[in-house]
């Protein structure tokens, strides 16, 4: 199923949708929405995989427009996931830094 971005607020300064995703692969299809919706906004950085809160969040860790939820990331081996997405996106991924965020 598509991700459904949704604004929460009326500004449209930060989007989120939840992943219904139930394999990485599916999971990786999810984090090639998140790009492509940050690329319609004209931006490129860095999509962060936050383990702790279960997001994946850009373009910027400091300055995040759009959240990803993914509620069983916390259980996942952060480096060999975000690698195994990395490898998954190739190309598509341009322009965008995949990172684990250090907390």
Do not use: K
């Not at 219904?20 to 998140?34: I, K, Q």
């Not at 759009?66 to 991924?93: N, R, T, Y």
Request: with cysteine.
């Amino acid at each position: 199923m598509a991700v459904q971005w949704e604004a929460t607020d009326q500004f449209g300064n930060l989007f989120v949708a939840a992943s219904t995703a139930g394999s990485v692969e599916e999971l990786a299809a999810d984090v090639g929405s998140l790009i492509s919706e940050l690329r319609s906004a004209g931006r490129s950085g860095v999509v962060s995989f936050d383990f702790e809160y279960c997001e994946i969040n850009g373009p910027d860790p400091e300055s995040v427009s759009h959240v990803l939820q993914v509620p069983w990331l916390a259980d996942c081996d952060p480096e060999g996931l975000v690698g195994a997405i990395q490898g998954m996106l190739g190309e598509s991924a341009d322009g965008f830094e995949l990172s684990v965020l250090e907390v």
